[in-house]
């Protein structure tokens, strides 16, 4: 669905998340602005549109706010969109930015009442002396319309950045991470939430890691995880204590001293956790891997694949131009049998943990025609070059493929590229393996 | 791995980016500070052991000509070998780091050593900051180095809007792994530093333009103190160094005391070149920077 504005900064998509269904799949960019789209039900009268996306609801989320007591100014920009398990007929999302977290409620709306007999079509009062008998309003379809309006505002919970929001399985509470503290809300209160994890020193000058990401298990409603900077995972559980600074678990893996560089803190630091939809294991991605952790493991974790160690060269030039610092996310597919995650020159990449195989594609309008078949690319580092190889030196760092998501239950696939979102369906292989 | 940029552009380039991220919008982002002032330590530990090399090179150099007697460290240790360096402290005089001038200047401090009021560059490095193999063997750089940076800091937390004065740990040259502390002055001299003891050398100017008291205090970022004397801490910094410290806990000043953008009155009681527009000059921003190391540390924090 590419963006048919002129690109700016603004267009920028800065997180994608299908709903727990897979119908629904949202997006947030850097202005603030959230895209619903919609899959079109599959049907027999257009079977080339069956099962795709088109747009739903757009509307404005956050807007650039001024924190004048500390002279800063909050960008408005979505970090996170997390969909309410559905309760009813509305469907209901949180979406945050740095600073406020916005509980949102989408109605649709496809009748309206006609016949009131004090007001007329437009709402105006009725002259009460045309008013001769009385009659019973009575519903008409009307055009579709879908209505966004907020329902909570939670604010000022956080003095840092917000870089992670994890709705409950309980479907009561929710948690939301900034660097130094996580706090458990109520969904239904906004006055007051509750701080369970406080990695602040006494002493700022005694910082030594931040927290990056975190989510609740599946499962456990008592059981969350959160990451690091230095490259670990902390598994806490809310009935063992109020504040949960100590861990139940504490998953890291040494790091390989043949491998220190200038670097080495940078590219140990975890950009995404999530859960597998198991609950067993525990998905990480670093700045040159993802890796498999399984719960039960905390020494080391049980996989690990190179997203692009071809990279592991050239970190002075990415910590140069700040490339090193971009934060990839990671996602599972409903199976949990394969892994993707994102890299350069729109670049993504597929693990698939059972055959151990691998796959490069790329989010471009040139190789994205409609119903095309991707082709599997290949980066190549010296050596033999095949032909449509692309050499590490021409891969272009500003195509940067950050945020993705995999459908809960079906090989589909949303990508978004800068501004672009792609949305790719297997359809030959529609049933996960 | 290749890198292609040596532990001094590396600071520089560090530093440039914790002063623009002070400017971007959305406030500072305390996680890729954290990350950056990581990449400053791992740069700074690479360039001590690279200078303290080449000084103990040239130490021994000059201790065989002098005594002839087979130098004892090999060079792989040299990182190590504190102990032995302060020795040498008198044949160097002063000690400086990289004078806020002269980016061509590699005179090898022993060379200035002779004449108190010489200014010694920061000497060419023994061996390319890319050689993957030495800085390996330096790295990690210990504690002993002590990469305390003295400098007092006030911060404001961002929680409870509390203004407090830090005060860092200690920047010790080479010195620290000895009990005897030469830096705090009057300690007394361990086996070998005899020769060493109230050696005249100079504190990296960023501790002492902290301390009102220092008589040799210089402006950070002013002409690096030109050779004056020596003059002995007069606080008993010792305590502040707990050689016993894990070397996570001892080891820099971390980041951090980030607060949001608009109290820049507030911070440093010092003028201090690091937070004025920084220099275009990369060089010279580095330059400026390792003279007087802690304006590093200070250029972390927020204002």
Known sequence: ?433 | MECALDAQSLISISLRKIHSSRTQRGGIKLHKNLLVSYVLRNARQLYLSERYAELYRRQQQQQQQQQQQPPHHQHQHLAYAAPGMPASAADFGPLQLGGGGDAEAREPAARAAPQAAAAASPPASPAPASSPGFYRGAYPAPSDFGVHCSSQTTVLDLDTHVVTTVENGYLHQDCCASAHCLCCGQGAPGPGLASAAGCKRKYYPGQEEDDDDEEDAGDLGAEPPGGAPFAPCKRARFEDFCPDSSPDASNISNLISIFGSGFSGLVSRQPDSSEQPPPLNGQLCAKQALASLGAWTRAIVAF
């Open chain 1, 1 to 433: 669905m590419p963006s048919h504005r002129m690109p700016s900064e603004a267009d920028i998509i800065s997180t994608v998340e299908f709903n727990h269904t897979g119908e629904l799949l949202a997006t947030g960019d850097k202005g603030g602005r959230v895209v619903i789209f919609q899959r079109e039900p599959e049907s027999k009268n257009a079977p080339h549109s069956q099962g795709e996306y088109d747009v739903y609801s757009t509307f404005q989320s956050h807007e650039p706010e001024f924190d004048y007591l500390k002279s800063l100014e909050i960008e408005e920009k979505i970090n996170k969109i997390k969909w309410l398990p559905q309760q009813n007929a509305a469907h209901s999302l949180l979406s945050t930015n740095d600073k406020t977290i916005k509980l949102w409620k989408i109605t649709e709306r496809d009748k309206r009442p006609e016949g009131y007999n004090l007001k007329d079509e437009e709402g105006k009062l009725k002259d009460l002396s045309t008013v001769t008998s009385l009659q019973v309003p009575v519903l008409k379809p009307m055009d579709l319309m879908v209505e966004v309006s907020p329902r909570r505002v939670f604010a000022n919970g956080h003095t840092y950045h917000i870089n992670s929001i994890s709705v409950n399985s309980d479907c009561e509470t929710y948690m939301s991470a900034d660097d130094l503290r996580i706090n458990l809300w109520h969904l239904a209160i906004t006055d007051r939430s509750f701080n369970i994890v406080d990695i602040k020193p006494a002493n700022m000058e005694d910082l030594t890691e931040v927290i990056t990401a975190s989510e609740f298990h599946p499962h456990h409603c008592n059981l969350f995880v959160y990451s690091s900077s230095k490259g670990s995972l902390r598994l806490c559980d809310m009935r063992a204590a109020a504040l949960c600074d100590k861990h139940s678990k504490l998953f890291e893996e040494p790091e390989d001293p043949s491998n220190r560089s200038f670097f080495s803190e940078i590219i140990s630091s975890v950009s995404d956790v999530k859960f597998s939809h198991s609950g067993r294991y525990m998905l990480t991605r670093d700045y040159l891997t993802v890796k498999v952790w399984d719960l039960n493991m905390e020494a080391r974790p049980v996989e690990t694949y190179q997203v692009h160690d071809y990279l592991r060269s050239k970190l002075c030039s990415l910590y140069e131009n700040d490339c090193i610092f971009d934060k990839f996310e990671c996602a599972w597919n409903g199976s949990d049998s394969v892994i993707m995650t994102g890299a350069y020159n729109n670049f993504f990449r597929m693990f698939d943990r059972n055959t151990k195989r691998d796959v490069t594609l790329e989010a471009s309008r040139e190789s994205s025609k409609p119903r095309a078949v991707l082709k599997p690319r290949r980066v190549c580092v010296g050596g033999k070059r095949r032909r449509d190889d692309i050499s590490v030196d021409s891969l272009d760092f500003t195509k940067k493929i950050l945020h993705t998501a995999w459908h809960p239950a079906e090989n589909i696939i949303a990508i978004a590229a800068t501004n672009n979102l792609y949305i790719f369906q297997d359809k030959v292989n529609s049933e996960m393996h």
